[in-house]
């Protein structure tokens, strides 16, 4: 059950830092400076942005719950 959870964290945590760099950049930050032309030529559309933050709190959820059931599962 340990392995499991360990491996969901892994798989959600590496999810998130994706998913956050893939966010459009409101002012110069990181989104800008990596892959700030890619992710223009999908700015107009507000469906995908809309999709891309539902997807990002979904994975975050997914990474909180994992970090609870780790702590709860090896609490001494």
């Known amino acids: 059950m340990t392995i499991g959870i360990s491996i969901a964290l892994i798989l959600s945590s590496a999810l998130m830092v ?3 760099l893939l966010h459009k950049g409101k002012g110069g930050g990181l989104s ?9 030529s ?3 559309s507000s469906v995908v942005e809309r999709n891309l ?17 780790l702590g709860l599962i ?3």
């Open 32 to 40: 800008d400076l990596f892959g700030g032309g890619f992710t223009s």
């Open 18 to 20: 994706l998913l956050v």
């Open 42 to 44: 999908f700015g107009g």
């Open 74 to 76: 090896l609490k001494p």
């Open 53 to 69: 933050d539902r997807l990002t709190i979904i994975t975050g959820t997914v990474w909180f719950v994992c970090i609870i059931a």
